[in-house]
């Protein structure tokens, strides 16, 4: 049964730190490409970061640029994002997928919300 489990979410200050993991189980880890969106409330998901599979090349979305690190384990099957210096318009439900080419597949996390508050 494959899944993906978000940890990691809660509230924290604007300027402060917080550490997104995604366990994966259920699939060969290490094929897939990994990547982290978001979801605002009243707006679409968006890409915000990706890792690929063992050259591990990073892209990033603009917003999170410089603040954001992508980063995975392939021995743990284990996704992180590391954030810093965040921003109350970085709250969200961010969600980790898994994708694969050959065969195309996809998977998604349930999603962990983040709350960046004073």
């Known amino acids: 049964q494959v899944q993906l489990v978000e940890s990691g979410g809660g509230l924290v200050q604007p300027g402060g730190s917080l550490r997104l993991s995604c366990a994966a189980s259920?699939?060969?880890?290490?094929?897939?490409?990994m990547s982290w969106y978001r979801q605002a409330p009243g707006k679409e998901r968006v890409l915000i970061a990706s890792?690929?599979?063992?050259?591990?090349?990073?892209t990033y979305a603009d917003s999170v640029k410089g603040r954001f690190t992508i980063s995975r384990d392939n021995a743990k099957n284990t996704v992180y994002l590391q954030m810093n210096s965040l921003k109350p318009e970085d709250t969200a439900v961010y969600y980790c997928?898994?994708?694969?080419?050959?065969?195309?597949?996809?998977?998604w996390g349930k999603g962990t919300l983040v709350t960046v508050s004073s």
């Open positions: 997928r898994a994708s694969s080419r050959v065969p195309p597949m996809i998977f």
């Open positions: 259920g699939f060969t880890f290490s094929h897939y490409a």
């Open positions: 890792i690929t599979t063992t050259d591990f090349t990073t």
